[in-house]
């Protein structure tokens, strides 16, 4: 799988579509989740694809929630974006907002560790650290149970993530924890680059 935009060209069509910091934030944060996941899984030489699919998989939610993944085809189009990226992009709404079902383990990643961003990121913010660097898989499982916390982080979809990739609930968490500690002291500092 290769990429057709570079990951500074996704970077930039990202912040064309999306202005609120909490939404560049967590197309960053799926990058490098998803950077990390390409690595581990033994899809190195994908690593970009993988992470540029991450940066753009909610481009269209800012601009267009009720169209979210009907709309990013579009948008990803006038880019330049190759009909595959395109795929990979709208796979993480299957059974949501779409019905491009994940059949690539990128695509299965994608789908169960978004949401899970979201949660983990929520309860990140909860700790006196305010960071994933001193996160227990623990912490992150009472989360999940307590289901005011983070509401808008579907519980559902973390599962059937979970199931699709035929891992336990407590291996995604883990890896997942794991993805945001690897990229979370570059995602700072490029937040403040980026004067956010």
Same mark, same amino acid.
């Given at each position: 799988? %290769? ?28 990058? &490098? ?17 993988? &992470? ?5 998989? $909610? ?39 779409? $019905?491009?079902?994940? %059949? ?13 961003? &979201? ?11 305010? !960071? ?6 623990? !912490? ?57």
């Amino acid at each position: 799988m %290769k990429s057709t935009i570079s990951r500074d060209q996704a970077l930039e069509l990202l912040m064309k579509y999306n202005k609120e910091s909490f939404h560049i934030q967590h197309g960053l944060t799926v990058e &490098g989740t998803m950077r990390w996941y390409a690595k581990e899984m033994g899809y190195g030489e994908e690593e970009d694809y993988w &992470g540029i699919v991450g940066l753009l998989h $909610d481009i269209d939610f800012e601009l267009y929630p009720e169209e979210h993944c009907v709309k990013a085809p579009e948008l990803l189009r006038e880019a330049g974006v190759g009909e595959d990226m395109i795929i990979s992009v709208c796979s993480h709404g299957y059974g949501i907002c779409c $019905d491009v079902e994940p %059949k690539h383990a990128m695509e299965k990643i994608l789908f169960a560790a978004d949401e899970l961003t &979201g949660l983990i990121g929520a309860a990140a913010l909860m700790r006196p650290s305010k !960071s994933v660097m001193d996160m227990e898989v623990s !912490s992150i499982k009472k989360k999940f149970k307590d289901k005011r916390f983070a509401a808008g982080c579907s519980r559902d979809v973390i599962r059937q993530g979970a199931e699709k990739l035929g891992w336990e609930l407590n291996d995604l968490f883990e890896k997942t924890i794991m993805a945001m500690r690897s990229c979370e002291e570059s995602i700072r500092q490029e937040m403040e680059n980026l004067g956010l």
